[in-house]
């Protein structure tokens, strides 16, 4: 094969063979295919798209192109979710523990935050002790004896998505729905899934902002996950504004946990327990959402789910008691409250201003060597559809530096009122099973 036929092919809107696409990827990985052929090919495949076939080899290929987890020791169905990522979004620190205590085996790999966007593994960070870096055998034990361990991504997952990610930021060619499907389900499947439930975000804090390349992305990654024999299926959910009231990662810790209670915000709690509800159908332990929503609910309020956070945390090497007394996890020394010049109800947030604002206080990462402080973020006490009396807080500002003026200016700037009443919106958009 030459790789200068498959970019012609690509080029001209034929259809690739499983073969060409194998062969691209492994010839890419090993660098017998250098970056200009390999970013000609990016564009030609931007522009002509590909068919769930293809999209379907590429996955695989990429799955393969390393390391891949073992986990059929582990028994029962593995099911991972995945959030395309949002500000705010803590669902996975409170799907883990209610999915495991219905006896669901949660395996989880997760990353660290980057930009507005914020990470699982630096919130679970929080606690004091916590340890990520888990290997195979450690990983596996604790998913037998526990129900859910939550491992940092090592190894060589899916090099091959690494290397073509890298030049596709560098190339215009991110922002192609086949080539985000294939990269985000290969890490799936290289992490070992067997179901897989998907959180699609759309919104001003979303990869995808509008609602239609949100249904694009969910179908062909729905697609993609049949074509490789796992049950796949996704939510799109609203990220116009942050999920829930706090952002930051002890203050999100805190959040999780009181949802566990059944104390969470309304947005948080209804969107945790509908992908839980379909994590249990996934997991064979209910016939249908209706039913896993009453088995989710069940564990909340008997104090299962929080039961399975605490022991979930000392597995890993942390603090349990901070699961009782979240309020030890916020240090931070500054406390600052925004508040409104007038009366009037919100109208619209941008979630992507608030996680910048976030990240600013130290919350996130700039860049993905930053040290992040766990301490810090903040809390929304107005969100879109919200009343607004003049001089009432919308937002505090948890900080451990004293000058915070740039960042009140963001966080205002990220809120637009109107006189009168406006409305809250949509949460969950629809559902995608095939
Ligand atoms: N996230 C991914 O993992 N891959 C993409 O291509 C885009 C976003």
Redesign the pocket.
């Known amino acids: 094969m030459r790789m200068v036929d498959i970019i012609a092919k690509k080029r001209d809107g034929e259809v690739l063979t499983d073969a060409e696409i194998r062969w691209f990827v492994n010839g890419y990985s090993n660098e017998d295919i250098p970056d200009y052929q390999a970013s000609a090919f990016a564009m030609a495949l931007y522009f002509q798209g590909m068919n769930e076939e293809e999209a379907a080899s590429l996955t695989f290929a990429m799955a393969e192109s390393g390391d891949q987890l073992d986990l059929s020791a582990i028994e029962g169905t593995k099911v991972d979710k995945h959030s395309t990522g949002g500000v705010g979004d803590k669902t996975t620190l409170i799907l883990g523990p209610l999915v495991a205590a219905l006896g669901i085996p949660v395996a989880k790999m997760s990353g660290r935050g980057l930009g507005h966007t914020g990470g699982t593994i630096d919130k679970l960070e929080a606690f004091k002790g916590f340890r990520t870096e888990l290997n195979q055998n450690e990983f596996i034990r604790l998913v037998n004896e526990n129900k859910i361990a939550v491992a940092g991504q090592s190894g060589n997952l899916t090099p091959a998505d690494k290397k073509l990610?890298a030049l596709?930021d560098v190339t215009a060619t991110?922002d192609s729905i086949p080539?985000?499907a294939s990269?985000?389900m290969s890490?799936k499947i290289a992490a070992g899934a067997d179901a897989i439930v998907l959180d699609v975000k759309t919104g001003s804090g979303a990869?995808m902002e509008n609602l239609e390349d949100a249904k694009s992305l969910a179908n062909a990654m729905v697609k993609i996950g049949h074509s490789l024999n796992r049950n796949t299926m996704a939510v799109i959910s609203n990220m116009d504004q942050p999920l829930g009231r706090f952002v930051g990662n002890a203050l999100e810790v805190k959040e999780a946990i009181e949802t566990l209670h059944g104390k969470g915000p309304e947005d948080l709690h209804e969107l945790s327990v509908t992908l839980a509800a379909h994590m249990a159908v996934a997991g064979g332990k209910a016939s249908n959402e209706k039913e896993g929503r009453q088995l989710i609910e069940e564990v909340i309020s008997n104090g299962k789910a929080v039961e399975k956070m605490k022991q979930f945390i000392q597995s890993q090497g942390g603090d349990p008691s901070a699961v009782d007394t979240p309020e030890i996890l916020n240090t931070a020394k500054f406390i600052k409250d925004i508040t409104a010049h007038e009366a009037g109800s919100v109208e619209t947030m941008h979630a992507a201003q608030i996680g910048k604002a976030a990240m600013m206080l130290g919350a996130g990462r700039a860049t993905k060597d930053d040290e992040i402080d766990h301490a810090v973020g903040i809390k929304l006490h107005k969100k879109i559809g919200d009343e607004v009396h003049e001089a009432e807080p919308i937002a505090t500002l948890y900080s451990n530096q004293e000058d915070t003026a740039h960042v009140e200016e963001i966080v205002r700037n990220a809120y637009t009122f109107v006189h009168g009443k406006s409305k809250k919106p949509m949460l969950i958009y629809e559902t995608i099973y095939k």
């Open positions: 990610y596709r991110v080539l985000i990269s985000v890490k990869f």
